[in-house]
């Protein structure tokens, strides 16, 4: 693996920046693959760090996706709250929280750990295909029945 970020690092932050331009904030985002692969190559032998406090001393690696890396990279029980998963938990009353920290707390504590990495992607998918920022599609919710903001709609009908 350590082919991995040296090459990274060979490519250069104007190649990343061809190879991303589609993201958003790419700029910054190559800025920051080739600095973290650079810390990668030299620090960890080009091996992706398995703990929180080592990914989020990456540069770009905030919160989310150190939880993300826990998660998907290595199997570890983690959420990861991204707008979806914000909006989502929020909107089906999981969390009143005001931040993706106390959102995420809520949910550890009311989804088993087992299922963490799952219920992450669930609530993601949820977010993007029926549950969606500006338009909701809540007539053909699959989860409308616990949903607070149907159930209350339904008793006013």
């Known amino acids: 693996t350590m082919f991995f970020a040296a090459a990274m690092v060979a490519l250069g932050e104007e190649?990343?920046?061809?190879?991303?331009?589609?993201?958003?904030?790419?700029?910054n985002k190559a800025k920051n693959i080739v600095a973290l692969s650079e810390i990668l190559a030299k620090q960890y032998n080009g091996e992706v760090p398995c703990n929180r406090e080592d990914l989020e001393a990456l540069p770009g690696i905030g919160r989310k996706s150190a939880n993300v890396v826990l998660s998907v990279a290595f199997g570890l029980p983690a959420i990861a709250v991204d707008t979806h998963v914000f909006r989502v938990s929020r909107r089906?009353?999981?969390?009143?929280?005001?931040?993706?920290?106390?959102?995420?707390?809520?949910l550890m504590a009311l989804i088993p750990q087992e299922n963490w990495g799952a219920a992450h992607h669930w609530l993601i998918f949820h977010g993007r295909r029926v549950c969606k920022a500006a338009k909701p599609l809540c007539d053909s919710c699959p989860v409308g029945d616990i949903c607070p903001r149907l159930v209350l709609k339904n008793k006013e009908n």
Do not use: A, H
């Open 15 to 27: 190649k990343v920046r061809e190879i991303i331009r589609s993201c958003g904030l790419y700029k």
């Open 92 to 106: 089906m009353g999981f969390s009143q929280g005001n931040d993706v920290r106390k959102v995420e707390n809520d």
